[in-house]
């Protein structure tokens, strides 16, 4: 077999390692919220107190790099607007909706301290399903009654960065527009605009890094894009196996020995490191593909189950947490899949 020389060269059809990277990603986000969750403290994890990060806040880096690369991607092969925003509703809202009348109706019934008919008379409830089923008119977090007694009451705070992403997808919906509406090459000039936003928006996210400032959005949107503008310079990014390992041995050393070493050069490689790992291992970590994608029921799903247990199980620690929480969840995301979001996205073709 031909070795690529670019990550191009190994983005042929479907058959890579993103829905495995995903599925890690949502693993992670378990793993976290099972400290934080089963503890009650936000810092219990040992990775924060070490350097500062969370696996999860790693694994939602990971998943606005993919993102970026993924979307950036549909949308250059597509060159439809309207199929590109329909392919987007189709990945995210089936699985959302069947998850929030599940959470609803299995978990925030159950563990409501209201009865049946306040609990479906509180304005609460309905506020809950239609302003997250939407994501776009603020989130709400807590439903009647429920989980009263636990450290947190958000039913589930997981779903915090789907409305981030929606708001990176209409960026690049805007751009598209915005390069119709004045007649240019739109894959040439969307090229240079995912990469201009990429470099600004990294930048400015060190600056705030430096000054000790909070800049949530622009970091975000500095991933995503980077993952973008990855995906549009493809064809002039080496993969790199010696380049890899030195950025993964860089980091490990800076993680040890230099944190703020360690957060600069977590931001400029985890970009190169995510599509590297997506495209390039071949080999038997391929089959996970037959398996299916997993990973957005795991991450829709984690946080209710999660304060379910801690509810029913007082004293349940973190890695009691982490694996009674992902048997429950798994099943939860298998049938997910299966049954709904897989359906979902044969539907894609209708819409051309």
């Not at 995210?92 to 209201?114: D, H, N």
């Not at 989130?139 to 992403?165: K, R, Y």
């Not at 969307?190 to 600004?200: D, F, P």
């Not at 973008?228 to 041995?249: E, G």
Request: glycine share 8%.
């Amino acid at each position: 077999m031909k070795v690529g020389k670019y990550f191009h060269d190994y983005a042929i059809g479907h058959n890579n390692n993103f829905n495995l990277l995903r599925f890690v990603a949502a693993s992670l986000v378990l793993v976290t919220h099972s400290f934080a969750i089963s503890t009650g403290r936000s810092d219990s994890e040992p990775l924060r107190t070490a350097l500062g990060i969370t696996l999860g806040s790693v694994a939602v880096d990971i998943f606005y790099i993919a993102s970026g690369y993924l979307v950036t991607s549909s949308l250059l092969f597509r060159k439809n607007l309207r199929e590109f925003i329909f392919a987007r509703a189709l990945r995210i809202f089936p699985g959302l909706w069947v998850s929030l009348a599940v959470t609803t109706l299995a978990i925030g019934l159950w563990f409501t301290s209201f009865s049946f008919t306040a609990f479906f008379s509180d304005p609460g409830t309905w506020k809950f399903l239609v302003r997250n089923a939407v994501l776009i008119s603020g989130l709400v977090w807590t439903l009647p009654g429920a989980f009263f007694g636990n450290p947190g009451l958000a039913v589930n705070g997981s779903l915090w960065s789907l409305p981030v992403e929606i708001k990176m997808y209409l960026v690049l919906a805007a751009i598209w527009i915005g390069l119709g509406l004045l007649r240019l090459d739109k894959a040439r000039w969307l090229s240079a605009a995912c990469v201009s936003i990429a470099v600004v928006g990294t930048g400015l996210s060190l600056i705030y890094f430096l000054d000790g400032a909070q800049s949530g959005l622009i970091y975000l949107g500095a991933m995503f894009f980077s993952g973008a503008a990855v995906r549009v310079l493809q064809n002039r990014i080496r993969a790199s196996h010696a380049f890899a390992f030195i950025l993964v041995i860089a980091l490990l050393v800076a993680a040890v020995q230099h944190r703020i070493a360690f957060d600069i050069l977590y931001r400029l490689s985890l970009p190169y490191l995510v599509i590297y790992f997506a495209l390039v291992p071949a080999g038997i970590i391929r089959r996970f593909n037959s398996y299916g994608d997993y990973s957005y029921g795991i991450y829709i799903y984690a946080f209710p189950v999660q304060q379910a247990l801690v509810h029913v199980w007082r004293d349940i620690g973190p890695y009691q947490m982490m694996g009674t929480s992902f048997a429950i969840t798994f099943f939860l995301a298998f049938a997910s899949w299966h049954l709904i979001e897989q359906r979902a996205l044969g539907l894609k073709a209708k819409f051309k």
